[in-house]
């Protein structure tokens, strides 16, 4: 852990920085958005991908007292990836008892580890009977099915995290039916997508400075910039954010609303400016930046009548001590998707 929460905020804000200031361009009216590229539009999901069954649990490593670090080989990402697994207390003294899931997703330019390394969720979660999950979402931190211009082979975090993951979970740990998603940053769109991509999977969704709407203004190149650090085309995401709008919208938890219907709902969202830390600048920009389509999310779920708790703040950072708040705050959301008292 990280000896403060400032520490925490300095270290995030460096890790956005690149995003923060393309959010300030977007914000100053700038930026280029919605641009073609040279390559074709995606066609509909065609179901591309690998089935569950060949993912194999390759290796498992003592991470803490009641943590596990996975090797898992996945067929859909065509490679391994690294998860870690947080068992319940009475994981061992109950050996035939099933247990609810929370997959909690990392953000951007992180990994599988970073709600153990930022917050104190292990702690939080010593006394709650689920079984909680953190897969890698890759190193751009955004769970979906890439289309990497129809090319075969496309890595489908989707699908790894959804149905290869919760086959291996209820082999090896005993998993039950009930499921809920949490995730900061680019992991709260993911928890927002993958609730909406599959309903009924999840009894519960909640979304901490998530990026709530991928075609809203500035979103197509601040997803572009996040794709591009990492080294690939930003058109291997969903295609061209203009010729291939209906792939993105199918990725869109805006355009998805009423696939939500039913799943318990938590939305987050800090303003970020005006903020008294500027030693935080870029990251309270960032923040910032999702304020507007977070609030127009928000207005499309009362308008399908769809409810959710929802919390708007004033100021507030791209930032762990933020997330880790709203995480707690969140817990009765949460629990009553997984079954579980609040």
């Not at 769970?143 to 959804?162: H, I, K, R, S």
Request: glycine share 12%; charged share 20%; proline share 6%.
């Amino acid at each position: 852990m990280p000896s403060s929460p400032r520490h925490r905020a300095r270290r995030t804000a460096r890790r956005t920085k690149l995003f923060a200031l393309a959010a300030g361009v977007l914000l100053a009216g700038s930026g280029a958005l919605l641009v073609p590229e040279a390559s074709g539009a995606p066609a509909a999901d065609a179901g591309r991908h690998r089935t569950a069954e060949g993912a194999r649990i390759l290796a498992e490593e003592k991470a803490g007292a009641r943590t596990l670090d996975l090797t898992v080989a996945s067929p859909a990402l065509g490679t391994t990836a690294r998860v870690r697994v947080i068992l319940p207390k009475a994981f061992d003294s109950e050996p035939e008892r099933r247990w609810p899931v929370l997959l909690l997703l990392q953000g951007a330019h992180d990994d599988y580890t970073s709600w153990t390394r930022e917050t104190g969720v292990e702690s939080f979660l010593a006394d709650k009977d689920v079984l909680t999950v953190l897969p890698s979402s890759g190193p751009t931190g955004i769970p979906t099915d890439w289309w990497n211009f129809g090319l075969p082979g496309a890595q489908d975090y989707e699908a790894f995290q959804t149905e290869e993951l919760g086959r291996l979970l209820r082999e090896r740990f005993r998993a039950g039916e009930r499921r809920a998603v949490a995730g900061v940053s680019t992991g709260g769109y993911g928890a927002l997508a993958l609730a909406a991509r599959h309903p009924g999977t999840f009894g519960a969704a909640a979304s901490y400075s998530g990026i709530t709407d991928t075609t809203a203004f500035g979103m197509p190149t601040v997803l572009s910039a996040i794709v591009a650090r990492e080294g690939k085309l930003p058109g291997a995401l969903w295609g061209p954010p203009l010729l291939a709008r209906a792939n993105w919208n199918r990725h869109n938890p805006a355009a998805l609303v009423d696939s939500l219907d039913g799943t318990g709902l938590y939305l987050s969202q800090g303003s970020g400016l005006p903020s008294e830390d500027f030693g935080n600048l870029e990251a309270a920009v960032l923040e910032g930046t999702l304020w507007g389509q977070a609030q127009g999310f928000a207005r499309k779920l009362k308008a399908a009548g769809i409810p959710a708790r929802v919390h708007f703040y004033q100021g507030g950072l791209h930032a762990w001590e933020f997330w880790e708040r709203e995480f707690t705050a969140s817990w009765p959301t949460l629990a009553a998707g997984l079954g579980l008292p609040g």
